[in-house]
């Protein structure tokens, strides 16, 4: 059962650009990850933040972390082709198992 | 080693069939899972194996059947499937416990015919 939703379904914008994806999940939660997946293969984490984080970077990542809201966003500064996949919230309120729901994912589209 | 490795990549099999799917790591990770999914749509947890034993099902038929022969190994039986079957299989792994990354398997392609 998914955990959430995310928006925008689909984003497009050119290379050079920032893409912000939101996702909004339901129960308390012990940590929220992100993950990408390109065309129908494996997903690959990109980063994981706690419940008593509110904001992480990677790279050009930055997540940040609302639980009174139960939302997260994830922005991709200066957008590459490369970054084309889809992008999934997941979310952990397992208490130790791991077990990770996941969002439905927006669809981001970055053109040269 | 941070590969997940899955077998084969693609599986035609009909309503009538027993096949299995095998997903392996390297790791050192006690925690292996299985997920579901359909087209345009999130990967569906399916099961989860801590330290080699069944902790989580997630309600599967039982028209699928886990199996942890080792801490590097992971199999799903499959029998008597159904169309509605069809997906894209994904193993993973992890340390055990919240708070890891999950590796991910690139997937098996299943199609019930």
């Known amino acids: 059962s998914q955990q959430g939703e995310e928006d925008p379904q689909a984003l497009s914008i050119q290379e050079g650009e920032n893409a912000t994806m939101n996702c909004s999940y339901k129960t308390s939660i012990n940590n929220l990850q992100w993950y990408r997946q390109n065309s129908g293969r494996g997903l690959v984490h990109l980063i994981l933040i706690r419940s008593n984080e509110r904001e992480k970077h990677s790279g050009r990542l930055r997540v940040t972390l609302d639980t009174s809201k139960k939302s997260s966003s994830l922005l991709i500064t200066a957008s590459r082709a490369a970054d084309t996949a889809s992008y999934f919230c997941?979310?952990?309120?397992?208490?130790?198992?791991?077990?990770?729901?996941f969002g439905a994912g927006t669809r981001l589209a970055v053109h040269p | 080693d941070t590969e997940v490795t899955q077998t084969p990549k693609h599986l035609v099999m009909g309503m009538t069939n027993k096949k299995s799917l095998k997903c392996e790591q390297h790791m050192g990770h006690r925690a292996m899972y299985w997920y579901k999914q359909k087209a345009k749509k999130p990967p569906e947890l399916m099961f989860v194996?801590?330290?080699?034993?069944?902790?989580i099902n997630e309600s599967v038929p039982s028209r699928f059947s886990p199996e942890c022969p080792n801490s590097s190994l992971l199999n799903l039986h499959l029998h008597a499937l159904q169309p509605e079957d069809s997906a894209l299989y994904l193993c993973a792994s992890s340390q055990v416990g919240s708070y890891n990354e999950q590796f991910f398997g690139p997937g098996t392609r299943l199609t019930v015919l």
């Open positions: 194996y801590s330290y080699e034993k069944l902790s």
């Open positions: 997941a979310t952990d309120s397992s208490g130790g198992y791991n077990k990770l729901i």
